[in-house]
């Protein structure tokens, strides 16, 4: 008896841990009533059907998808969109001119004749959620591996088509708890998408890479735009004679600020987690993939820089690149030290132990670990391998684009391939090279070429290389331990590729043939390499990710028997969710105490003229020495509040979200996380975790006093 108590004790002290504190991206469509009243006991003043509801207006109607990658709110009754200035970067970029460069100094209409349509944008609102679980599991019933996932594809289609049949909307069927449950979301998607808004980059960007997942934070992280709709104020493509969206619900404004422990909400849609991650896969992550991300995005981002610095027109022309690479270069190599900072892997293992306690004389259950494990045993040698392709013979966006005529050889050697297989090939490829170039810096890139090739040769285990690729570029170009053999090889490749000569790349799209694309000397590089990892090594990782799903399900299965009345919720993975927390301070360290605002005086403190990241618009500092914060002033601090913390749990994808208040008014919009809690895709940091999030009243000051754009202003419902 004294036996079973004991391991009782001990599965209690190490299950799973389950949502504690202010964890949680809780399904608004299934928001639990023990979370609701939790969220009530911190001052939520909603009512459930007020934040989600199918038949009436409620807070979902006024949350969307921005760009296909972040979350934005409607703010006014005429489509008005806040979002992140990240999120609308490269809009404005494109918008953008070395004449006009929004991005550089800033943007603001001051009526909607002066909006500037993007191409490249659309917003998605949620229309409703369905459980579809019945319907998939039972068309999957004794199916696993390759065959689970085959069919699943096709129970999602049809499941789709049914629903959105005649209905002009567009839908998918996601999987949550690994595979246990699966819900089907409707959408309405509106692209008719223009720039109403953008602050200088000095403002937006302010602290750049150097501040970039770090509190105390400064950046005044936001961009403006509108939802326009035919006159029918239906979804319609971009028409001049086009009208602001009517929402069915838009977001106050509070101006009246925050206070520490205020109740904070945040709705939108983060991108990924994977909580339910297992100690074998965290192994793999900060032993061998994360680092060799990091390390191959070092040297593109150098390179890159190097050129950016140098000349206006190449810091505009790579600047949206630049930023992608950058925010999950430091991302990673934060993620794998706090990790190991906080023994998240010691966690993971015991709570395994416990796992397989409870799963002894289980047969559904007892082997799962261990077959994890051989699962990982067997793919890890090839990780690496598969990571520096990925990040680094591809991160040359010339090997890239050259990886993508993959498709026009296939169609030219493929036999019985249909008449016009070449041509629809060909056509594609011609306009994709258009796009490439424009955004194609050769310098750079040339660098990145280099470094990368050089980098697979040293770090990747020689019989992993593609057969006879180094033997035949030591034959040519020297020594494969020096960096100047890898430079001349570099600028040989550029010099005589067809992809930059106009003349060669307009006789092979008339007359194309493989003979002339293998010869390529980019394609033949890029070749090499796609052609040895699927020949080789992408059927070995189908295998493993084919396992780890089946196990994933299982294991999670098993988990959710093993603690039926712990309160869950499923892994990020972009759909809707909201989270609940507190305006909260933090200690990261001994003798450091952080605040849950920073403030203009802060701007000031960081301000350096000319600096890359910490310069700022000329009327700027004339502003703040004035004191003209007009009705946006903090009156405890005297100044403008440029961002607060809250303890929220989010990830990317909820960049843009709405920061709302008990009584569902917007008083921010999160950007970032700290750096203490990188490991939160992982898992949850309750004593750390803090979400950084732009003060409202700092992007209407930026709005009014710094850009002038008092109607934007007026469009708004402030509350004060």
């Not at 209905?167 to 979301?185: H, R, S």
């Not at 770090?214 to 029918?232: A, I, L, N, Q």
């Not at 090739?453 to 770090?459: G, L, V």
């Not at 003798?591 to 920073?598: F, L, R």
Request: glycine residues 8%.
């Amino acid at each position: 008896m004294r036996k079973k108590l004991l391991v009782l004790l001990l599965l209690l002290s190490v299950s799973i841990k389950w949502a504690k504190a202010d964890e949680g991206m809780w399904l608004p469509y299934l928001l639990g009533q023990q979370t609701y009243n939790d969220m009530v006991k911190k001052g939520l003043k909603l009512t459930k059907e007020q934040l989600y509801s199918i038949n009436k207006a409620s807070l979902k109607d006024a949350i969307v998808i921005f760009g296909g990658g972040c979350t934005g709110e409607i703010v006014s009754n005429e489509g008005l969109i806040f979002t992140n200035h990240h999120c609308g970067y490269g809009a404005i970029a494109a918008a953008s001119s070395v004449e006009h460069n929004y991005l550089k100094n800033g943007f603001y209409a001051k009526n909607k004749q002066e909006e500037i349509a993007s191409s490249q944008l659309s917003v998605q609102f949620l229309v409703k959620v369905e459980d579809v679980s019945k319907e998939v599991e039972d068309a999957l019933k004794g199916l696993d591996g390759a065959a689970r996932a085959q069919k699943e594809q096709q129970v999602y289609g049809e499941i789709i088509a049914k629903t959105i049949a005649n209905t002009g909307y567009e839908a998918k069927v996601v999987p949550m708890f690994k595979g246990n449950q699966y819900l089907l979301f409707v959408y309405e998607r509106y692209k008719d998408i223009r720039l109403v808004g953008t602050p200088p980059e000095s403002v937006g960007k302010f602290g750049g890479d150097t501040d970039n997942w770090e509190w105390p934070r400064h950046t005044g992280d936001f961009s403006v735009f509108r939802v326009y709709t035919g006159k029918d104020g239906k979804p319609a493509a971009y028409a001049a004679d086009n009208v602001p969206l009517k929402p069915k619900h838009f977001l106050p404004v509070s101006i009246k600020g925050v206070k520490e422990n205020d109740y904070a909400m945040i709705f939108g849609y983060p991108g990924g987690t994977n909580r339910y991650e297992t100690s074998y896969g965290i192994q793999l992550k900060t032993a061998i993939e994360n680092p060799s991300v990091v390390n191959l995005r070092d040297v593109r981002l150098k390179a890159m820089f190097e050129q950016m610095k140098k000349d206006p027109a190449v810091k505009l022309q790579l600047a949206s690149s630049y930023a992608g690479i950058a925010n999950y270069w430091k991302f990673f190599d934060g993620e794998t030290k706090q990790l190991q900072k906080h023994g998240v892997l010691a966690d993971k293992q015991k709570q395994e132990a416990a796992f397989a306690k409870w799963a002894q004389g289980k047969p559904e259950f007892a082997n799962i670990l261990s077959d994890y494990e051989a699962a990982y045993k067997a793919w890890t040698p090839y990780a690496k391998q598969r990571t520096y392709l990925n990040e680094g013979i591809m991160g040359s966006p010339v090997a890239a684009f050259a990886a993508s005529l993959t498709a026009v050889e296939r169609a030219l050697v493929t036999p019985g391939a249909p008449k016009d297989a070449v041509k629809q090939a060909v056509d594609a490829a011609d306009k994709a090279r258009k796009v490439f170039l424009e955004g194609e810096n050769k310098p750079s890139d040339q660098k990145i070429l280099a470094a990368t090739c050089h980098m697979f040769y040293t770090d990747i285990s020689k019989d992993q290389h593609p057969i006879g690729f180094y033997d035949a570029l030591k034959a040519k170009y020297g020594p494969l331990d020096e960096d100047k053999t890898y430079n001349t090889w570099a600028a040989s490749l550029m010099a005589n590729t067809f992809i930059f000569d106009d003349a060669k790349w307009n006789a092979f799209v008339a007359n194309p043939d493989a003979v002339t694309l293998q010869n390529d000397p980019v394609f033949a590089y890029a070749n090499a390499f796609i052609k040895n990892y699927v020949g080789k090594y992408l059927p070995l990782y189908n295998q493993f990710n084919t396992k780890n799903n089946d196990l994933g399900r299982a294991y999670l299965k098993g988990v959710m028997q093993m603690n039926p009345n712990a309160n869950r919720y499923p892994d990020a993975n972009f759909t809707m969710r909201l989270s609940y927390g507190q305006v909260k301070p933090y200690s990261p360290r001994d003798a450091v105490h952080y605040d849950y605002v920073t403030t203009m005086k802060g701007v000031i403190e960081k301000y350096v003229p000319g600096d890359y990241e910490f310069d700022l618009p000329e009327n700027y500092v004339d502003l703040y020495n004035k004191k003209d914060f007009g009705q946006y002033k903090d009156a405890k601090r005297n100044d403008i509040v440029v961002g607060f913390i809250t303890t929220n749990d989010i990830t990317g994808g909820n960049s843009g979200s709405p920061v709302i208040n008990a009584n569902g008014e917007l008083i921010g919009l999160a950007f970032d996380g700290n750096y203490e809690a990188l490991s939160h895709k992982i898992q949850f940091d309750s004593e750390y975790n803090r979400t950084i999030c732009v003060d409202v009243r700092y992007v209407l000051w930026c709005i009014d006093r710094l850009g002038g754009a008092k109607n934007i202003i007026n469009e708004l419902k402030l509350v004060k």
